[in-house]
């Protein structure tokens, strides 16, 4: 059973940075679109970033320029490095394919920023 598993997130300030990791078990991840995702309180899930089979990327408007999505194939996971972090990044944010799959969804990983 494929699983997708978020850590990394935490507590930081403004202008601070953090590495996010998703983990995921199976053979499905070396062909597979990644996208990082991401829900602050009260919003909708978003896209932030995505990362093709082949190392292209994409970033949402809101995070281009700061956040830097990447993958290793040999550990099977991608990562989100996010910098010069800002209150409106604080969210849960959730790594899944494209499109998503609901049977990916895990638990995500809570990130806040304090101003």
């Known amino acids: 059973q494929v699983q997708l598993v978020e850590s990394g997130g935490g507590l930081v300030q403004t202008g601070g940075s953090l590495r996010l990791s998703c983990a995921a078990s199976?053979?499905?991840?070396?062909?597979?679109?990644m996208v990082w995702y991401r829900q602050a309180p009260g919003n909708e899930r978003e896209f932030v970033a995505l990362?093709?089979?082949?190392?292209?990327?994409n970033y949402a408007d809101s995070v281009k320029g700061r956040f830097t999505i990447s993958r290793d194939t040999a550990r099977n996971t991608v990562y989100l490095q996010m910098n010069s972090l800002k209150p409106e990044d604080t969210a849960v944010y959730y790594c899944?394919?494209?499109?998503?799959?609901?049977?990916?969804w895990g638990q995500g990983t809570q990130v806040t920023v304090s101003s």
């Open positions: 899944n394919t494209y499109p998503s799959n609901i049977k990916y």
């Open positions: 199976g053979s499905m991840f070396s062909t597979r679109i």
């Open positions: 990362i093709t089979s082949v190392g292209t990327t």
